[in-house]
């Protein structure tokens, strides 16, 4: 097993741990104790983690998707391209520009009066939610999300999307039968993860906060915090 891999599966690893860290516990004990409050602060340091974790899971996972591609693609350079240092420049560059991003928009959700209803139709602190509530002009705050979003998701997406067409490509001219569909398989699921993540992603955040819906975002954010790094340790180590 490669170092680049091992070093991404660790990260990947902790990363899912810490997400689900951050909604789950707080979650059962609300159900536990029927006492379903949190403060202010409280509120903001669990979207702040809850941002970075996703956009440092959504960075995270277009590397692995390269990473797949220059060792199947390209064996032969694989040693170079991908070279320790290199790895840990990506995995470096994916926790800072995650947490800046987070930061970006925690700051200015701070800022933010909240005059309406202070229920929050939702499990845990998420953006959305959050502004429906808010009875400052959020114009500015929308745009910068939406932009981050373009940013942080559909540039990775991409990354994943090519990737996996240039793995497929290279599968096809592969003569054997069996090696065929060991790799299909492999990239299916890798696939199918992929899907469910971004798919939930956009469904709650690529859209403005007019049209967003409580019911639906539920149900999104259910996939993504829990169903999907329940999923990722399956994927990525037995199916491989």
């Known amino acids: 097993v490669s170092f680049s891999y091992v070093l991404f599966l660790a990260n990947l690893s902790f990363i899912d741990t810490c997400f689900s860290c951050t909604i789950v516990p707080n979650l059962l004990v609300n159900i536990h104790t029927q006492h379903h409050t949190i403060s202010h602060t409280g509120c903001l340091v669990q979207m702040y983690f809850f941002m970075a974790l996703t956009l440092l899971d959504d960075f995270l996972l277009a590397v692995m998707a390269y990473d797949r591609y220059v060792a199947i693609c390209l064996p032969l350079h694989y040693t170079m391209i991908m070279c320790p240092q290199r790895c840990?420049?990506?995995?470096?560059?994916?926790?800072?520009?995650s947490h800046l991003l987070a930061f970006s928009l925690t700051f200015l959700m701070s800022q933010f009066s909240f005059c309406a209803s202070h229920?929050?139709?939702?499990?845990?602190?998420d953006v959305p939610p959050l502004l429906k509530l808010a009875c400052s002009d959020t114009q500015f705050f929308q745009v910068m999300m939406l932009t981050e979003a373009v940013i942080s998701g559909m540039i990775p997406l991409t990354c994943v999307v090519v990737s996996y067409a240039l793995i497929i490509?290279?599968?096809?001219?592969?003569?054997?039968a069996g090696g065929k569909h060991k790799v299909f398989s492999t990239c299916g699921s890798h696939l199918s993860v992929v899907t469910l993540f971004y798919g939930t992603l956009f469904l709650v955040y690529f859209q403005p906060s007019s049209s967003y819906s409580a019911d639906?975002?539920?149900?999104?954010?259910?996939?993504?915090?829990?169903?999907?790094?329940?999923?990722?340790?399956?994927?990525?180590t037995l199916r491989n």
């Open 216 to 236: 639906t975002g539920m149900v999104a954010s259910v996939i993504y915090t829990m169903v999907t790094p329940m999923l990722n340790p399956i994927i990525y």
């Open 119 to 125: 229920s929050i139709q939702h499990f845990f602190c």
């Open 88 to 97: 840990l420049l990506l995995v470096t560059a994916s926790w800072l520009w």
């Open 169 to 176: 490509h290279t599968i096809l001219r592969v003569p054997s």
